[in-house]
């Protein structure tokens, strides 16, 4: 595929890598401490959607909503006297001020320290071997496209008038919207939801698909959706928006239910209906470079292109949007890219973390009991509730549990599935078993700090346990211990 174009016999950089979001940012920072000499370009901001308009600000804002909602429970409790009001719009200045924090760890200043020549401009890869940048053009050996994805907006008719927003422009917002409707019950449109209920909007999610999260199985979703009304948002599941409409300065959104049709009015409208990769005017079309069914950028299993100097990770490769996924593709895109005609790595495939941050957590890696029925993979359940956990008593967090599931049988583990306080930090321990080999017997003899919440996977272990206990064994050891008894 490359005899249309003439390889350069001298190259000005060793890798050129698209996209400063952290797929680009980790790739650069990779390859030039490998020792190559390295062009970072970035049309937008440092930092990309992870820093700018994703993680950091979701989780600041997420952070801010919760400590409201703490006051209002202590203050319900009798431990507080009446807080007042929340400032609302204070946590909107919290965000900004957490973006401006964390933005010098992805600053264009910082990378140039590290020595790699950041560029500011819109890059397109005019060959396998060279990319143009603004008009100027230069030459390297390698090339990694790392442009990240975007908001998906549906074709619904009325959007442009009425106007709405997503998750890169929500961020904007100076003060909390009276009347917020969200288009998608997916991580964003749950996380999103409950954080702005809790800071005093009157918020409805529309969800086309019967239940919400509709990744994860039907009880995690059941108990997102019951925490989610306690918090005050309205949740129409099994609802199809139609058409949206602004008469009179009103807003109103036109949607299906149940053959009946529903009229929502809303002051603000955020769409989170999913992402698509981040492809158009990177020159991919002229180099024959082939998009997936999903508008990924098809790649090999070593993350290489069609043209072997040109790699693709992070969102626009897929299959997960993740910034740990970014991250862990990166390193493997680069190292491919550098030293691949000596010795290739591919990214592992198989156990890839997964956290929704509301209010409990819910994480997941492997398996859940959705994925194995629809793969028909053979497998038992193990399950245990947050409720019988000391920790969780005392910080009065006693929805969620602890789910396994585990080869027939067996004690190896196909997936974890925790819906909990801090859900995501005990993810970690079954991510390190899966990748390891290790299985509940070797996690059941761990010993965890008292109170914690990750005693539950302990616990879990214990319950698996208990469940293949050698009923042989504990016989001899009953009739053992009657002789002892004389």
Not at 69 to 88: F, I, K, N, V
Not at 280 to 298: D, P, S, Y
Not at 347 to 375: C, S, W, Y
Request: aromatic share 6%.
């Amino acid at each position: 595929m490359s005899g249309r174009w003439t390889r350069p016999r001298h190259f000005d950089f060793n890798l050129v890598v698209i996209g400063a979001g952290t797929a680009g940012l980790i790739g650069a920072l990779v390859a030039v401490k490998a020792g190559a000499k390295v062009m970072l370009v970035e049309a937008r901001q440092m930092g990309g959607d992870c820093l700018n308009t994703g993680c950091v600000p979701s989780k600041a804002l997420i952070h801010a909503a919760r400590l409201v909602s703490q006051a209002r429970s202590a203050e319900r409790m009798g431990l507080l006297g009446p807080t007042g009001p929340a400032d609302a719009e204070a946590a909107l200045r919290y965000v900004r001020a957490s973006i401006a924090a964390v933005a010098p760890h992805d600053s264009a200043e910082r990378y140039r320290g590290f020595g790699i020549d950041v560029r500011h401009g819109h890059a397109r890869i005019a060959s396998p071997w060279t990319v143009e940048v603004d008009g100027t053009v230069v030459s390297t050996r390698a090339i990694i496209l790392a442009t990240g994805a975007e908001p998906a907006v549906p074709p619904i008719p009325g959007l442009a008038d009425t106007g709405f927003l997503t998750s890169e422009t929500l961020w904007n917002l100076e003060r909390i919207p009276r009347r917020l409707l969200i288009l998608g019950g997916g991580p964003i449109g749950c996380e999103l939801s409950q954080a702005f209920a809790r800071l005093g909007s009157t918020v409805t999610i529309l969800q086309q698909g019967e239940h919400l999260l509709e990744r994860e199985d039907d009880d995690v979703a059941a108990l997102v959706q019951q925490r989610l009304t306690e918090d005050g948002v309205t949740v129409l599941t099994g609802t199809k928006a139609i058409a949206a409409d602004c008469h009179d300065g009103k807003r109103k959104m036109l949607a299906e239910r149940a053959g009946k049709q529903l009229h929502l009015e809303f002051d603000t409208l955020l769409i989170a209906v999913g992402r698509k990769p981040r492809t158009q005017g990177f020159g991919l079309e002229e180099l024959g470079i082939r998009l997936g069914a999903r508008g990924t950028v098809e790649t090999d299993a070593y993350l290489q292109t069609l043209h072997p100097s040109i790699y693709a990770c992070g969102d626009v490769a897929g299959p997960w949007q993740f910034t740990h996924a970014a991250s862990h593709q990166a390193w493997h895109a680069t190292f491919n890219a550098l030293f691949g005609s000596l010795h290739r790595i591919r990214p592992d495939p198989g156990f890839m973390p997964a956290v929704t941050f509301t209010e409990p957590e819910i994480a997941r890696i492997g398996l859940n009991e959705r994925d194995a029925k629809h793969q028909n993979v053979p497998h038992e359940v193990t399950r245990h509730e947050l409720r019988e956990l000391d920790r969780a008593i005392v910080d009065d967090a006693r929805e969620g549990f602890v789910k396994l599931l585990t080869v027939p049988g067996r004690d190896r583990i196909l997936g974890a599935t925790i819906v909990a306080p801090r859900a995501g930090e005990m993810l970690g321990e079954f991510a390190l078993a899966m990748r390891s080999g290790i299985g509940l017997k070797k996690l059941f003899g761990m010993v965890h700090a008292y109170p914690t919440y990750i005693e539950a996977n302990r616990d879990a272990a214990g319950e698996w346990r208990r469940k293949h206990a050698p009923e042989k064994l504990l016989r001899w050891l009953e009739r053992y211990h009657a002789w002892r008894r004389g």
